[in-house]
């Protein structure tokens, strides 16, 4: 008969013998000392909420320090609400709404078409809204006047129409509103007076009829209003292009 303390030894034999096939077959997953790398993660599945953007719009560094530095980020590591574009085509994607923590949209120089979406007015946080020399059509929707953080509108050199919006003259930090070289038709409406704050207000090259309202000379800090475009570039300052 076997005694119990060679039961015993038979049985820690056999635990050694499925620990080290266990280390032998599932060990090297386990981390070592001088391995530290961390595990490989799947990627989270997408959700519906999330927009999908266009390939066309995948912004430049470039782009992103010189719009960063405009409002007051010289660090691109520290202005994370930005999208720049350049070469891009199609229209202006819908889902751009969604994105309301952007604090600058700028989309210039491309080759876009269709009209400008309502849904922009919902980017409440937005300082720069930049679409011109474009080929967008359309008129230039009332949703902006909800833009109530906007310091900088440039829609020129596009092919939109219809009238200018009165709810335009909501935007009390605007400084630089630029609709040249469009379609636009209609009177200048009166309530842009209360851009107390504008320093350039470009409506030149357009359909507009009726006479200057008198309540533009409110505009106290304007400081060009006139039939051709000044020099003007991003690498520039603020105060020297509103000087």
Known sequence: ??????????VMILIA??????????????PTEGNTAAPVLPN????????????????????????????????????????????GAGSIPTQLGTL???????????????????????LTQLNWLVLHNNTLTGSIPSELGMLTQL???????????????????????????DLHDNTLTGFIPTELGMLTQLNLLGIYNNALTGSIPTQLGMMTKLT??????PVFSPKRKRTECLA
């Not at 599945?45 to 960063?68: E, G, H, N, V, Y």
């Not at 060009?224 to 475009?229: K, M, N, P, R, V």
Request: with cysteine; charged share 10%.
């Open 100 to 122: 309301t923590q952007l604090t600058l949209l700028s989309l210039d120089h491309n080759t876009l078409t269709g009209s400008i979406p309502s849904e922009l007015g919902m």
């Open 151 to 177: 310091n900088w509108l440039n829609f020129g050199n596009n092919a939109l129409t219809g009238r200018i919006p009165s709810e335009l003259g909501i935007l009390a930090q605007l400084i630089w509103m």
């Open 1 to 10: 008969k076997i005694s119990v303390t060679a039961l015993v030894v038979i």
């Open 44 to 87: 989270p599945p997408s959700t519906s909420s999330s927009p999908t953007m266009p390939p066309t719009f995948s912004p430049k560094r470039t782009d992103l320090q010189i719009a960063c530095s405009w409002i007051g980020h010289d660090n691109l590591d520290d202005c994370q609400n930005v999208l720049s574009a350049e070469t």
């Open 224 to 229: 060009w209003f006139g039939e051709t475009q």
């Open 17 to 30: 013998i499925a620990i080290g096939f266990y280390l032998t077959t599932e060990g090297n997953t386990l």
